[in-house]
């Protein structure tokens, strides 16, 4: 094993912050990650997935352990259906491309989110109307007290609006080793009503579209609308979408008759982040090397060499305004270390 010193945490973090971890090491299979997980002259360890999901604001003074476990199984199949196991390690679009030139539908409408399948299931990512949770079939986890893997279900997860178990109450408790996700084999159930898959499908004068269509439908809007971690640096969107009292939402709509929103249950809404920022004044606005995207308001940019704690700064500033003028809390949804 090759534990590393004072090394750079720039290329690991999608923001480009560049902060040191005191140690470093990049795990490959299970074993070595038990192995360093049993180190005593490490008492403080930090676990890294693909750093999609995080705001580094200093140094970090412990054992960063890189989840780097690669490989991609085909563990059951029907005539409908087939069961895929990714390990915690790959890339989550590259593992989307994967199950779609397979023709493994489900996962298309999340195609290009940013991040590694190990830490999907902690935030139950999701996009265009597909979470998830919607797929997930099982993940494998390491214990960190016993160092034995344990087998979470669907139904054990507790899986919620960028919410899970394992960001709460199991949060420091388990890796995730690897994930296991239900695909259609055939009749894919596409979803391009959300937000701007059907016109884009239209534009590409598509009517009839496949899984791959629809994936490619995704990776054109977003690439419209989100910078490239590898030009400009971000975690994607910053900022959760608040869910709302549908009474709130009608007080809203008193000074701001334009709000949109999507109706969770009969009682509550969920208001778009990216609006409320926008028509707070905040999108495109710039901070010297940091700021708001220029496309997208819901996602905060390095443009080069800012501090974790510069960009902090501004989300609490968002924050802080969008609950003065909105009266409407928003929770950030990346990690801030």
């Known amino acids: 094993m090759l534990i590393q010193h004072n090394i750079s945490l720039k290329s690991h973090n999608t923001f480009g912050i560049d902060v040191k971890a005191k140690h470093f090491i990049s795990v490959t299979t299970l074993d070595q990650l038990i192995e360093v997980l049993k180190l005593k002259d490490y008492p403080n360890k930090l676990i890294l997935g693909g750093g999609s999901n995080m705001l580094l604001t200093k140094d970090i003074q412990a054992l960063v352990i890189h989840i780097n476990l690669k490989g991609v199984s085909l563990i059951k199949a029907n005539d409908k259906n087939v069961i895929v196991k990714a390990n915690a390690g790959e890339n989550w679009h590259e593992f989307v491309l994967w199950c779609i030139e397979n023709n493994y539908g489900g996962l298309e409408n999340m195609s290009l989110i940013p991040g590694n399948v190990g830490t999907s299931p902690i935030q139950n990512i999701g996009a265009y109307g597909v979470e998830l949770k919607d797929h997930f079939e099982s993940c494998e986890a390491l214990n960190l007290e016993t160092l034995k893997i344990e087998v979470f279900k669907n139904k054990d997860c507790n899986f919620g609006y960028r919410h899970s178990v394992f960001k709460n109450e199991l949060k420091g408790k388990y890796i995730i080793t690897s994930v296991s996700f239900k695909l259609s084999k055939t009749k894919h159930q596409l979803h391009t009503n959300y937000g701007a898959i059907a016109a884009q499908l239209e534009t590409m ?133």
């Not at 000074?255 to 982040?273: C, D, I, R, T």
Request: proline share 5%; hydrophobic share 40%.
């Open 205 to 337: 004068a598509i009517s009839e579209p496949t899984i791959k269509d629809v994936s490619q439908a995704v990776i054109t809007i977003r690439q419209s609308k989100l910078p490239d971690p590898k030009e400009i640096g971000n975690s994607g969107s910053f900022f959760k979408n608040p869910v709302i009292s549908i009474e709130a939402f009608e007080k809203l709509k008193l000074n701001f008759p334009e709000a949109p929103s999507y109706l969770v249950s009969q009682k509550e809404v969920k208001v778009p982040a990216g609006w409320l920022i926008e028509t707070a004044g905040f999108k495109g606005k710039t901070f010297g090397n940091y700021g708001v995207h220029k496309k997208q308001a819901l996602v905060l940019v390095n443009y080069g060499g800012a501090k974790g704690e510069d960009i902090l700064a501004l989300s609490k500033l968002i924050q802080k305004t969008i609950y003065r003028i909105f009266n409407i809390e928003i929770e950030a949804e990346v990690n801030i270390l």
